[in-house]
Structures are given as structure tokens and as C-alpha cells.
């Protein structure tokens, strides 16, 4: 079959690591049958300098009219401005934002796995890790502070800036649901992360994820407060299956989540919305400072194109195979410079690899 | 000289830590010639139980009448209801939150400090800690979204929450100024946490941070993305001196980094306006699960009371005296549960202790 697949590539290492997803998706589609065609759509920074803006109407319709969508990462300066320089909604970031919400993108999945092979790139203790992590974190990705009025303006004489965090039942609702059905896949417990004992927004949260919990007896859940999460992450990330929790503290957990994996490296993420369309990303941010020098970890935005082989095309045996390629260059002793490990005499043990090459091996092994 | 302490002991294992603390500022008093004579103040759930009102008005007056308040923890269920059942502003944390804004202690410093003798009870390996960290985290405690307009109201049939997140340039610079006057007395550098590339009150946080810098050129200063940061402090920790952040992001970054100091019951805490007073308290929470045990860890209360010795009374050397004994009674082998070694075979080696022991063993160290 054929697949219309959009192409955000992106800023820093975004193009680098989005042409790697790319040939193993051809890999792929060589040993399955299948053609993938590709459609390049511009976001970001390299949206800015083109455009003048950082998504365009047209760019929008581009990813509508896709299949799914492939991404690379978004932000940092443009050719003309550093990013702070620009007004917020000319910044490469809010561009993602708008896509997401013009996408209904509300439901985003951040697997955290640790690769029996990277344990010595995890930065936690052996005994805290064991056998290693797999968990999920499910986000809510199209409300809350991120898309609540704001402002700043002078009141009284002194400047004010103010964000405003909303949610209603509905979709706390959605996600929750969301959270629940991941969970009856998997090892049937949710912890419902927020911080009730503050928030209103959180007080409305708790409530709804008890009334979901209703209809998915076979699951445990636990609320747990935010602050107790981002410690219990690194005391016994082992405790955790599904973690659900709105926008702003997914952001934050989800890329401290990623430490229990070796490296942001290997976050690949799911953006989903009632449809089979979907968002594919790496978790991790657009990295200036390694832009261009060919040693950024394709892993997290192929194995996002396999989470697209899967959650989009429905293409299971074909996302088996994206993952088992991964785990095997693993296992042959290949990585890149983030997940070396982190101890000195266990390098020797191990061969340092740049994108491209890592995109290859992981192509030889479909 | 005599010195007027207002002690909350509140809730759960409040009662339990602060008794210790105490008996370490009476040890301190008899070597030392001053007298601390104390002031019982209800608040949090006890309160609600005895006064129907997690804080009453006579109970501010009494905080503010004294030189300096110690306390316990807040939160947990009260005699006739699981906390989440009550009203917002009638549930036990409110009373503490009451409190920061009645007396206006603006400025959080949570100091997170790895003892050598602790290393075994991080969860992070040997090599990510080297020699330890000594990190201060300067966490805003009066505005944002902690003290914002809320409201959970029908609109359009569907339940609506909103939290507000407000910051005015005036709240934000005193708080910078602090968190650079103690980088002047530490390492010299202050990581600046936000969200800029999404939140408005983060892109005004961002501009007067860089303002009150100009005011600290011997400081080395930088910004760090909220989510970046959470990642960093599991990767690197060793790279921070003070972190400066606002109420929310402060409240979660300060549990994590409690993690990277072995226990939560290490972390200590000094809430401060712009006089002498200051409210000391342990930054973890009320541990319902262990209240009443006799197993907590008295030391972050302990060396709480030290921060008050140093802060409010200007007693430096008493100060150390305290932390001095806290030192020797971990290097004596002493330890409660939650800062034993995470591997067996080094718990043979130190001595499993309940809070009272620990408490003596710290006074007999004075
Ligand atoms: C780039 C930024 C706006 C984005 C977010 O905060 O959602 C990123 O950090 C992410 O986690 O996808
Ligand atoms: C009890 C709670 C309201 C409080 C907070 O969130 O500030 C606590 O977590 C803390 O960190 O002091």
C-alpha cells in the first residue's frame, strides 16, 4: 500500500535525524511492500526564514491532507533573530503549537523504555534499576497553560504577566480515556498525576480520571502530586506503568522520565487525535549546539516512525521489526555519543557511532 | 539571650521531627547561653480538628508576634474528613499557604547538600555524583500559580477550571535579587528556570532576571528550560549552585533534587520576607503513612532549626554547631530508614535508627 507521510524536518538536528527515520521507513517499505511517499512541510525556524512566520495556512493543509506527519524538532534562532527576541507567536515554538491545536493533537505518548543494553548509560544506580523500566507517560498536549489566554501589560505602573490554566471535564475526559485504554494494554496501572492540593484545575482533574476509573475496573490507578512524582522518578522509577497527567507537568516529567532511559535520545513520542492521524516526534528539543555535526541519536525519531507504522497505518508486524532492529544494533555494541556509558572502562566494550551511520546499521539489520 | 520561637507542629509526622529540633535549639541554648522559649501555634489539620479552620486569625498574630517560626509538616485527612473533601480553603495546606502570604515570605531557600557519609542512599551511581553536591534551590513562595484567581464553574453545560499564573516585575526582582546575593556568598552562578518559550510570566522573569544581573557582574548567570532542567538534575546535578525558579516549578524541581541529597528527610527549608523573621520547616510533606511510627527523619527539621539559628538570630556559630553534629552523628554510622544504604551488603555497616535516637544522638553531639 501506499502512504502519504508529512515531513516536518525542522530546525538543529531535525533534518539530520528525520532523513534517518526516513530510510529505515524505506527499508521497510522495501521488505513489507509498501511505498512511502513524502511530502516536505515547512515549521519552525527554517519556517521563519522562508515565510516570515513559523507555520503558514498552507503548511497546516499540507499536514491535514497527510496520512501522518514525521518530525524532526522545532526552535531555537532563526537567521535573522534569536528566538527571545522574536514576539511568542512568531517563535519557531509556536508553530508546534499551533499544529497541535489545529490538529486536535490532544493525546501525546512518550514510551520510556530501558534497553536492557543502555543500563550503563542510565544515570541511576543498578540496584534501583533492576530489570530495567517500561513505562508511558500520557500527556494531554492541547490544553492547559500552554493555550490559555495570556498577557503582559502594565498595571498600576509595574509590568504583569499573566498565563491561565484551563481545562474542562471534557478534556480531561478524553485523555483520561486514553490513559485507561494504554493501561489495558500494558500492565493495567495508571497513576494520575497532579497537584490537587493547590489547584482547581487539578481538584476538576481528580475528579473526572475517578469517574473514567469507573468503566476500567481491571485497572489500579493512584493520584499521585507532582512534586512526589518528580521525586519517586528517580527513587523507584520501577513503581510506575502509565503515568497520565495535563500539559505543562507532562513536559517536565516526560524529559526527566527520559534520564531512567540512558538519554532524551531515546524518547520517540506519539501525537494522536480521535483519528488514525498522528503526529511522530522525537521528545527531545531541536539541540543548536549539536546541529550539523552528525552525532545526534536518530533512535527516539525512528522509533517514532515505528510508533507511526503502528498507531497510524496500523502496521504491526512492520513496527515489530523498526524496534527489533533497534534493540539488535544495540546489542551489536553501537550508539551514539549520548548513550555511551557513563563509565570510563566499560567504552572500550562499546563502538561510538554518528547519525548516519547509526541510521544504516539499524537500515541492515531490517 | 532570649528568643521567642512560635513552633507549629501540624500534622502527621510534624509532631514527631519538631520535638527533635527542639531539643537540639534547647542543647544548643544550655552550651551556648541563650534561651528559646516556644509558642504552640495550631494549624493545617490539627486546627481544622480543634478550630473548624486550618488557620485562624489568632494564630497569625501569635507567628507574627514571635522572633522566628519552626515547623513540622501540613496536609493529610482530619478527624472527620479525607482531606480532598473538604473545601480548598478549608483544608490543611491552605493554612500553610495562608501563612506564607500573611507574612509575606517571598523568598524559599532549599538548600539540597550531599553528606559524604550519604552517597550509598543516592539514587544515582557513583560516578554521576563524584564528589557530591551543594546546591541551593531559591523558589518564590508568594506568587504565581499558587496565589492566583481560581475558579471550577458550568460553562456551556461542561464543568471549567481555571488557575491563574501572575507575576508582576516587582515580585519577580526581589526574589532574583536574592537568589544572586546568595550565589555572591556560594559558587557564583544562578540557573534561571522557566518556561519562556511558552509561558508570558516566564518571558517577564527572563527579562528581569537579566536586568538584576547587570547588578551582579561577578555572578554566571543562564537560563534553563523548566523540562531541560528536570532532566539535568537527574544527568548532571553537580553543574547547579542556585537554582532560581518560581513557586510551582520550585515546588517540583526541589523534590527531584531532594532525590540527588539521598532523602527527602535531609532537605531542610527557610521561608523569608524582608525582615529577620522567617518560618523553618522540613521541605517534605506530613508522611501520613509513617506518622506516628517513630521513624522519620528528624534532620531536615534539625537543620531547619540551624537555618533559623542563622538567619533570623544571626547565631552563625550556633548554626554550625548544629550542622557540625548532624555531620558527625552520619559519619557515626547513625541512620534512619529512609538514608540507609540502597545495597545490601553496606547495610551491615551503619546503625538503624528511629527518630527520638537520632534526635539524642544529634543533641549529644553538641
Ligand atoms: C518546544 C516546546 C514548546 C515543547 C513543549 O513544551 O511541549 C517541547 O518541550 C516538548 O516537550 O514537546
Ligand atoms: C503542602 C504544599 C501546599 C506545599 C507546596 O506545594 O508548596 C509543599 O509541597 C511544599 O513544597 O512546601
Redesign the interface.
Known amino acids: 500500500m501506499n502512504y502519504h507521510v508529512g515531513v516536518i524536518s525542522g530546525d538543529g538536528i531535525g533534518p539530520e535525524v528525520v532523513a534517518e527515520a526516513q530510510k529505515v521507513l524505506d527499508a521497510i517499505g522495501a521488505k513489507f511492500g509498501h511505498t512511502f511517499t513524502y511530502d516536505a512541510i515547512l515549521m519552525g525556524g527554517c519556517s521563519i526564514d522562508a515565510t516570515g512566520v513559523p507555520l503558514t495556512d498552507e503548511a497546516i493543509a499540507q499536514a491535514k491532507a497527510s496520512d501522518a506527519v514525521l518530525m524532526g524538532s522545532i ?1 531555537g534562532n532563526t537567521a535573522t533573530s534569536p ?2 527576541k522574536l514576539a ?1 507567536h512568531l ?1 519557531p ?1 509556536a508553530g508546534l ?1 499551533k499544529l497541535r491545536k489545529a490538529l486536535n493533537l490532544f493525546a501525546n505518548l512518550r514510551p520510556a523504555y530501558l534497553y536492557e543494553e543502555l543500563k550503563e548509560a ?4 543498578d ?2 534499576i533492576g530489570d530495567g523500566f517500561d513505562m508511558m507517560i500520557m500527556r494531554e498536549l492541547t490544553g492547559g ?2 493555550f ?1 489566554a ?3 501589560e502594565e ?1 498600576n505602573g ?13 478534556e480531561i475526559r478524553r485523555i483520561a480515556k486514553r490513559g485507561f485504554d494504554i493501561a489495558m494494554k500494558r500492565r493495567k496501572k495508571v497513576t494520575s498525576v497532579d ?7 487539578s ?4 475528579k473526572v480520571v475517578e469517574e473514567v476509573a469507573k468503566d476500567y475496573p481491571k485497572v489500579t490507578y493512584e493520584h499521585m502530586l ?3 512524582c ?2 519517586q ?3 523507584d522509577p520501577k513503581q510506575f506503568d502509565v503515568i497520565l497527567t495535563e500539559n ?2 507532562g ?6 522520565a ?3 532511559t540512558g538519554s ?1 535520545g531515546m524518547l520517540s513520542s506519539a501525537s494522536l487525535n480521535d483519528t488514525k492521524f498522528g503526529l511522530y516526534e522525537p521528545s527531545g ?1 531541536s539541540a543548536p549546539d549539536i546541529a550539523g555535526k552528525g552525532i545526534a541519536n536518530p533512535i527516539a525519531t525512528i522509533l517514532s516512525a515505528a510508533m507511526m507504522l503502528r498507531y497510524s497505518f496500523d502496521l504491526d508486524k512492520e513496527a515489530d521489526a523498526v524496534e527489533a532492529a533497534v534493540k539488535q544494533v544495540l546489542k551489536d555494541g553501537y550508539r551514539t555519543i549520548d548513550i555511551m556509558p ?2 570510563e572502562d566499560k567504552k572500550a566494550s562499546v563502538t561510538q557511532v554518528g547519525t548516519k551511520q547509526m541510521g544504516d546499521l539499524i537500515c541492515e539489520r531490517i
Not at 542510565?122 to 544506580?125: I, K, S, V, Y
Not at 509595574?158 to 471534557?170: I, P
Open positions: 526552535g528566538w527571545y511568542p517563535r515554538e503549537l542510565c544515570p541511576l544506580r540496584d534501583i497553560l500552554y490559555g495570556r498577557k503582559t498595571v509595574v509590568m504583569t504577566a499573566v498565563d491561565t490554566l484551563t481545562y474542562t471535564e471534557d497537584k490537587a492540593n493547590v489547584l482547581d484545575s481538584r476538576l482533574w481528580r507532582v512534586d512526589n518528580a521525586m522518578l528517580v527513587k505543562m507537568f513536559d517536565i516529567l516526560s524529559d526527566e527520559s534520564m531512567v532524551i528539543g557513563q563509565e
